[in-house]
């Protein structure tokens, strides 16, 4: 809930800063700087709650804790990458399919009512994925709107 709060506010925000500067709504960079700080604010998560992101990953995959790093990573350099106008399509894309690959993960937690701030086992569970999944899509079409169309 809170990464989709940093989106909304992030871009209403964005586009009054970006008024009161340019004397006109930039959509597209108001779309862009959100989904940046909503990136910027997930990948602290994955140093913050790094316990509990391992443990949404399943077993099959090593380095967890590693992973967990270079997702988080990825998110901060996708956040400056699509500033850059050579790389922003293709960031675009590789963060669509990033989107994609983490939805397994988030299905996971929500099964196992993990609480991934905490590592504890006492999480929203399966009703959660009626916010998680339709947020995952959001994030997609966000994405193909503001920086790869």
């Known amino acids: 809930m809170k990464?989709?709060?940093?989106?909304?506010?992030?871009?209403?925000?964005?586009?009054?800063?970006?008024?009161?500067?340019?004397?006109?709504?930039?959509?597209?960079?108001?779309?862009?700087?959100a989904l940046t700080l909503m990136l910027v604010f997930t990948a602290l998560g994955h140093?913050?709650?790094t316990q509990g992101m391992?443990?949404?990953?399943?077993?099959?995959?090593?380095f967890?804790?590693?992973t967990v790093?270079?997702?988080?990573l990825f998110e901060v350099l996708a956040a400056v990458g699509i500033f850059?106008?050579?790389?922003?399509?293709?960031?675009g894309v590789l963060l669509i399919i990033f989107f994609l690959s983490i939805l397994p993960a988030n299905i996971r937690a929500c099964q196992r009512y993990l609480n991934y701030e905490t590592?504890?086992?006492?999480?929203?569970?399966?009703?959660?994925?009626?916010?998680?999944i339709p947020f995952q899509l959001l994030l997609i079409c966000w994405t193909y709107y503001f920086v790869i169309r």
Request: net charge positive.
């Open 119 to 132: 590592g504890a086992f006492d999480g929203h569970g399966p009703s959660y994925l009626w916010f998680r």
């Open 69 to 72: 790093y270079i997702t988080g």
């Open 3 to 33: 990464p989709l709060f940093i989106l909304l506010v992030g871009c209403i925000v964005s586009n009054i800063m970006i008024w009161l500067v340019k004397g006109a709504m930039d959509y597209a960079l108001a779309g862009k700087i």
């Open 84 to 91: 850059i106008p050579l790389l922003s399509q293709g960031i």
């Open 54 to 62: 391992m443990l949404m990953l399943p077993d099959f995959i090593p």
């Open 47 to 49: 140093r913050m709650y």
């Open 64 to 66: 967890k804790r590693e």
